[in-house]
């Protein structure tokens, strides 16, 4: 017996040797394989997909954050947003108030989770892995940053080509396939390439908004008072909540995408820093275009969005119209790659470029359908996802600060591990959503306590940041659903460096 447990114990050593050499020669084959493979090239196509970042790959300054989330909301679907305020009979300070509130407390959200990025070095969509399980995450992800990104991309670029159509004599299909091949070309090239667009469209769509805001300056009316009679009027604090939700959810539907493209930054940046960028390069553009239309919304609401940017800039209507064009394009090459991420993350065998043809051609189907209608029935769809985006990006953000962020390098690990198949933030997250449901008030769905609520606004975002809370300090005191791996085989070892990079 002696001899057989010495057997045992020499064999397991040979094994951990033999794994500990395996582990040797990929961490030094991933230092030469991946050194300067990519880097800050512009000239060559973005070869990572939802693996971790090597810190050879890592480059960048949490500055650039501004300009990509600046010239990412510089759209015409925020002005038209703003338009709404006449609708709820809001005053002009009350319209423009709600636009600070509801775009920075968005902001901020969207600024925290892009922080994580950094950390981590992996997309949004993989990070839920670490709540959800690596499977369980399929459902928020296949639902909520696919098909956001899908639709959004639609509604965009259908805005897009109708201002195309007041240039050029084209049918809507035509320049529908224009726009999404040039959205795709962009996304396909990938990470940089997407940072330097939206960094010239920063300049070029603020020097072509500022010019379209000196335009409006005349059909802005700063006696606007309280209108009882508004159209969808809940009272005064009732449509200030949800005129500002409005805006809150705009940008929650980005939070999904938040660290998709600042995955890349040092893993030593400073997470304020970051967080303090994006933040303030997407309320900047928010509070700017989304107060123009709060300004401009006692007429502008009666009219299509296309009609009232042509009424508001007059003759200079042809440059308005070049401008919702150009600004179509960084933003949608934003979905389409986040989307793109998305299809890896829930294992749809692909790259990531043919990841972006099949978003950017499914999208333009949902382009075609909403031709002329941007606002119709799917835009009420992508209103109700904001619903269940909020409990998602609230789980995401407790479970980072409570648990993964003390984990170190094992919290990167972890989310490529398929054993955790299920994990307990997947039943936060639901909870939120259907506690949150209990107060819509939907084309889809009336919730039984939206009447009770109503002279409160739409409480909805609120209701799901509380459920999926209160849900995730509950369960987090159960033991973990599946006991995550405390070693590797050398197949298993392979098998993580081909996946994370590392």
């Known amino acids: 017996m002696p001899q057989l447990t010495s057997l045992v114990s020499l064999r397991h050593c040979q094994r951990c040797s033999g794994m500990a050499q395996a582990r040797s020669t990929l961490m030094s084959n991933s230092s030469a394989d991946t050194e300067s493979a990519y880097g800050s090239s512009l000239t060559k196509v973005e070869p990572h997909g939802t ?30 947003s703003g338009f709404f305020s006449a609708s709820f009979g809001l005053t ?8 600070a509130a509801g775009s920075l407390l968005g902001a901020i959200v969207m600024g925290v989770l892009a922080g994580i990025g950094a950390k981590l070095g992996v997309p949004q969509q993989v990070q839920g892995r670490g709540p959800m399980g690596y499977y369980a995450n399929y459902v928020p992800i296949a639902l909520l940053t696919i098909v956001s990104a899908m639709g959004w991309t639609a509604v965009n670029t259908v805005f ?11 049918p809507f299909w035509t320049g529908a396939v224009v726009i999404y091949a040039v959205q795709a070309i962009f996304a396909v090239w990938g990470h940089n390439l997407i940072h330097l667009i939206n960094k010239i469209a920063s300049v070029v769509l603020a020097i072509l908004f500022a010019f ?5 300056l005349s059909q802005i009316d700063l006696g606007v008072e309280l209108n009882r009679d508004a159209t969808i009027f809940q009272g005064g604090f009732g449509s200030w909540v949800t005129f500002a939700g409005f805006f809150f959810a705009y940008v929650m ?66 440059l308005a119209m070049v401008t919702v064009v150009l600004s179509t394009l960084p933003v949608s090459a934003m979905n389409l790659y986040g989307g793109a991420l ?3 993350t829930i294992g749809i065998p692909v790259n990531r470029v043919v990841g972006v043809a099949v978003t950017a051609v499914i999208s333009l189907g949902i382009a075609l359908l909403m031709a002329g209608d941007p606002y119709g029935s799917f835009y009420d769809f992508l209103n109700v996802l904001a619903y269940l985006v909020v409990p998602f990006s609230t789980v ?66 609120v209701a799901g940041v509380i459920g999926a809370a209160v849900a995730y300090f509950i369960v987090r005191q159960f033991p973990p659903l599946s006991k995550p791996k405390d070693h590797l085989t050398a197949t298993e070892a392979v098998s993580l460096h081909e996946t994370t990079g590392r």
């Open 51 to 80: 693996e971790a970042i090597p810190d050879s790959e890592r480059h960048g300054h949490p500055r650039q954050q501004f300009t990509l989330w600046f010239a990412a909301n510089m759209v015409l679907a925020v002005m038209v």
């Open 92 to 99: 002009v300070i009350e319209g423009l108030t709600a636009v």
């Open 160 to 170: 897009a080509v109708l201002a195309l159509q007041t240039l050029v004599d084209i």
């Open 212 to 216: 379209i805001t000196f335009l409006s």
């Open 253 to 318: 539907t980005w939070t999904p995408f938040a660290s998709d493209f600042s995955r890349y930054l040092p893993r030593s940046v400073s997470h304020t820093k970051v967080a303090t960028y994006t933040a303030g390069g997407s309320f900047v553009s928010l509070m700017w275009l989304g107060g123009i239309g709060v300004l401009v919304s006692s007429f502008a609401g009666e009219l299509g969005a296309i009609e009232a940017l042509s009424e508001l800039t007059g003759s200079w209507a042809p």
């Open 342 to 344: 998305s299809l890896l």
């Open 396 to 461: 995401l953000l407790l479970d980072y600060y409570t648990r993964s962020r003390h984990l170190g390098q094992q919290a990167t690990t972890e989310l490529f591990d398929k054993s955790r198949k299920i994990e307990w933030g997947f039943f936060a997250w639901i909870f939120g959503c259907l506690f949150s449901s209990l107060f819509w008030n939907t084309s889809f769905w009336v919730g039984p306590f939206s009447e009770a609520t109503s002279a409160l606004g739409d409480v909805s975002y």
